[in-house]
């Protein structure tokens, strides 16, 4: 059974290019979740997914950050234009059912350096 | 921020001691719960805990929930080299949905 998939393991944009992040969740598992990590720091929560739904972005920045989930093939987290300011671990979880009482399936991450 | 708080930031321990991380929140609350992070990797689950209870134990884990505190502790007992992670806690506000809101973790070391 595959877990989380994250893709790519590690990614270097210039600052100003698009950063494009995947995440394929445990087969079955029709809920996403996207967290941030900065350096000696906790995950922030970024936005929740549902199948081709946006439940909740209030973790993510209005501007240059965008979400989806399609009926067919991974999540994609999207960053236009990037600052360094961006450069952080992003972390893709799933769960089953969305239940407040089920645990989050976590992929390994993205890092995301932004010279 | 609704962020919780982890103390101790580090702990450093031998094998076969006991380690303590606690935790505490700013929110009420449905569940809590603890994940592990080995370096440069993804979270893993160890244990959840729901408002209602005060203890669960997984194994060598150990928790406790104070509602009243707002705050948990994990106990992980008779330590391994390989229990060296960072540990974060993790609340589940009542908001009808998963959301989780992470502490600022304990890294913990402990030598063979």
């Known amino acids: 059974n595959a877990g989380v998939m994250q893709n790519p393991r590690h990614l270097v944009r210039r600052r100003g290019q698009e950063a494009r992040l995947r995440c394929s969740p445990v087969k079955g598992h029709s809920h996403v979740y996207w967290y941030r990590q900065l350096p000696e720091e906790g995950l922030k929560f970024m936005v929740y997914l549902q199948k081709e739904n946006i439940i909740d972005e209030s973790g993510m920045p209005k501007e240059r950050f965008s979400a989806e989930f399609p009926k067919e093939g991974p999540s994609i987290l999207r960053i236009q234009q990037v600052v360094r300011g961006d450069s952080a671990a992003y972390f893709c979880?799933?769960?089953?059912?969305?239940?407040?009482?089920?645990?989050?399936?976590f992929g390994s991450g993205t890092q995301l350096s932004v010279l | 921020s609704q962020q919780g708080e982890e103390d101790p930031q580090a702990l450093s321990i031998q094998e076969g001691e006991n380690a303590t991380m606690n935790c505490s929140y700013k929110t009420s609350i449905n569940n809590l719960q603890w994940y592990r992070q080995n370096s440069g990797r993804g979270l893993v689950h160890l244990i959840l805990i729901r408002s209602n209870e005060r203890e669960k134990h997984s194994g060598r884990l150990r928790v406790t929930l104070d509602t009243s505190k707002k705050s948990s502790s994990l106990l992980i007992t008779a330590s391994r080299a390989a229990d060296t992670a960072s540990y974060f806690c993790?609340?589940?506000?009542?908001?009808?949905?998963?959301?989780?809101?992470f502490g600022t973790g304990t890294r913990l070391l402990v030598s063979p």
């Open positions: 993790a609340t589940v506000p009542n908001t009808g949905f998963q959301k989780l809101v």
């Open positions: 979880a799933s769960s089953p059912t969305g239940a407040t009482n089920e645990k989050l399936f």
